[in-house]
């Protein structure tokens, strides 16, 4: 299932345009909207922990 994409904010105001942008970036990241992050796949059944693992920190490392 896609997300839409966040659209982009303009007020006017150069300092809250920055803070949008910002936040806007950083959902495109973790949303794997923007392009130069890639969708991740669902895990198959077969998965090990060790896949598992790899999932969470590819997610911690959307977030931080």
Not at 13 to 18: G, H
Not at 20 to 39: C, G, M, W, Y
């Amino acid at each position: 299932m896609t997300k839409a994409a966040i659209p982009t904010v303009r007020t006017g105001d150069a300092e809250v345009d920055r803070a949008f942008a910002a936040i806007k970036q950083t959902l495109d990241a973790i949303t794997a909207q923007s392009r130069n992050v890639e969708r991740l796949d669902n895990l198959p059944p077969t998965a090990t922990l060790a896949d598992l693992i790899q999932r969470v920190n590819t997610l911690v490392q959307r977030l931080q």
